[in-house]
């Protein structure tokens, strides 16, 4: 869900000023993730930084709370190809298409590098994923369609995986708060190599008008300071014990103690997000509705930028 852009024109989309109390040490830094030769974004991207010794934010109960904390923590993705988002690898040959779109104000105007049948993601969102690993580009398109009349879109994005470089404050992306989605996928290829070494992509039901970095947009009339901004980074709270459950369960548990979710969204509560495979073990996905709410803490990332 992705709402229109001019829920950001007034004042209140900096509103996100005083949500994080300053103060907070800076986490370690890690290489970066990689796909297809590419950089996800470079080492020290937000996207990429541990968290696990970040201090809790001082309103992390209330952020849980409106959240939910009985709500189950859900794979938004698994092993059927129609079941979650999928990307797209191209290179140099693939000829650029134009797209329209229905807010152009705030999309990179491209043209965009979209295969022959692209894999996109099934309902109502539509995102298309393209991924240049000749260019290391990626190429992010919200509510696609294809028509007599070429390619349409509600929003598009163009984002240089080799730079930290964020959207203009207050404009949307192919996501609702202005980010990028693949960087935040629960990706098969990462649970072969046994780690997730970036933060995942989440969403909650209700947000507030608001957002903090990495974020760049709101998607909200909702003024509730109780209620999360976009951007808010939650984790799995080290007291959860995740040595008993299955291995794919098990990697993507670590990496929300380590790295944590950002919030991204408005959808369902703690679905977390993540790219379709026909290896999914979705049994073993099931067993993380076990988690809940509770067990989850509000990171302070006042001091957590790109770069530094």
């Known amino acids: 869900m992705n709402l229109r852009p001019w829920l950001v024109r007034a004042g209140a989309l900096f509103l996100a000023a005083g949500v994080l109390a300053p103060g907070a040490p800076v986490a370690a830094r890690v290489g970066p993730p990689r796909l297809s030769g590419c950089p996800v974004f470079p080492a020290a991207n937000v996207w990429n930084r541990r968290v696990d010794k970040l201090p809790v934010h001082p309103r992390s109960r209330a952020f849980i709370r409106s959240i939910g904390v009985e709500g189950p923590l859900h794979s938004d993705f698994g092993s059927w190809a129609g079941y979650g988002i999928p990307w797209n690898v191209v290179d140099a040959s693939t000829a650029p298409s134009p797209v329209s779109f229905r807010w152009p104000d705030e999309s990179d105007a491209g043209p ?37 009349g070429g390619w349409q879109a509600g929003s598009g994005a163009i984002w240089d995986l080799r730079s ?3 959207r203009p404050r207050g404009w949307t992306s192919a996501d609702a708060a202005g980010l990028p989605i693949l960087p935040g996928l629960v990706r098969f290829e990462d649970v072969v190599r ?9 969403t909650a039901p209700r947000t507030r008008r608001a957002f903090i970095y990495p974020a760049r947009h709101l998607a909200s009339t909702l003024t509730d300071r109780d209620l999360p901004p ?8 080290s007291s959860v014990r995740i040595a ?36 999914w073990d979705d049994d073993a996905l099931h067993a993380l509705h076990s988690i809940r709410g509770s067990d989850f803490e509000v990171v302070d990332t006042s001091q957590l930028r790109s770069g530094r």
């Open 112 to 148: 965009y590098p979209i295969p022959a049948d692209p894999r996109m993601e099934a309902g109502s969102d539509r995102h298309l994923l393209i991924l240049d690993r000749d260019a290391c580009r990626l190429y992010e398109l919200y509510a696609v369609e294809s028509g007599p």
């Open 164 to 166: 930290n470089k964020l």
């Open 194 to 202: 046994g780690e997730i070494r970036h933060a995942l992509r989440f």
């Open 230 to 237: 976009m951007g808010l980074r939650v984790r799995l709270k």
């Open 244 to 279: 008993g459950y299955p291995r794919q369960a098990r990697i993507l548990l670590r990496a929300l103690q380590r790295y944590g979710m950002i919030l991204a969204d408005n959808g369902s509560a703690w679905y977390v997000t993540g790219a379709p495979h026909p290896r």
